[in-house]
């Protein structure tokens, strides 16, 4: 197990890459890792919201780390998927904010914090370019029941993988060969995140488009479900999936952060294409994703799927619960879904419960993933 925590420090940079709202890029050192990249995030959240990163001046505000191990929810009863996280990404978070603390590597981290609360599986996301070489150590260690049990705490292991647009000039054919075969992997579900991002033009546009085409017919040719990460390039995106995906063909927005309209056009040229909702739904600033909620809830099986896309991402509506903590927590993780599920069914208003809401998006989960 430790091999995993040295080979990531030796071999590859764990990089804060979740839907676009990067990140500052200071970068730390500590034991474990050599390099972990830190970032605030963009989308602004309100004084009663959040900030999920301390900042320079707030070395001290870090909470005690039992407060990661959330009460238990009232929805305990419904398991919980997460269809995306990044786990090691998250796992990096945490130990750069505790450095003596508990877990020592990324099992224990899952063991720790889900075990107990009803997490069913995780879809972890891989989208560096080049890959990280821990993949391979992470997904080979779920590949039995007993190694799932024992070493995930029953947790289901999955994984998805791609190019994030952000890294878009650094695909190659040697990148593609490393997700190939990913894509053989027994517990690999999906390839993604892969799409478009105009927010920070990270990758120049026409080069993310051309990525961005040629990952999809890849996935399509092996007929791999998409994980899809848009922001602020609704035009493009809804052009290219339409020219290089079948319509049939199973797809998850992810973090879905765009106009309504925009989802409404993709819910009805693909009738598999569900819509990703994070705790970005809590945040006052982002009144999209709960109007297409509005709109999918009047439909008779809404296509909402449930994710962290940890580590960040924390529903703000969590804080009610956690009455002892002063100050904020410093990471999201899969166990927080509940309360992700819990503002959804808040907007959904009449007719949907937290359960209800949790129920359709495990349904979905598997519609989409195959995974339950
Ligand atoms: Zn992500
Ligand atoms: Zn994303």
Redesign the pocket.
Known sequence: MLALTRSTSLASRSRY????FRVSRTTVRFPQFAFIELGTHSFQTTAKQHKTMPSKNKKNSVPNEKHLSLPAHAEATTPIIDT?THLLTTFSSYKSKYRAGKYDNVWDFVRGLYEGRNVKAIVDVW?DAPVQPAWKELADSALTAEDRTNKWGGVEYWFVMGV?PHEASHYTDAVEQTILEAMAHPRCVGWG?I?LDYHYDNSPRELQQQVFARQLQQAVKLGKPLTI?T?EAEEDTERIMKQEVPVDHKIHI??FTDSPEFAQRLLNHFPNLHIGITGVISYSTNTNTSSIVRKMVATSKPRILLET?APFMIPSNIYASLSELKGRLPLCHTAMIPWVADFTAGVASEGWDTAKIMQQANENAKLVYGIS
């Open positions: 890459r979740w839907h676009g995306h989208c994030h995140e799409g990460h922001r992810h973090c896309d």
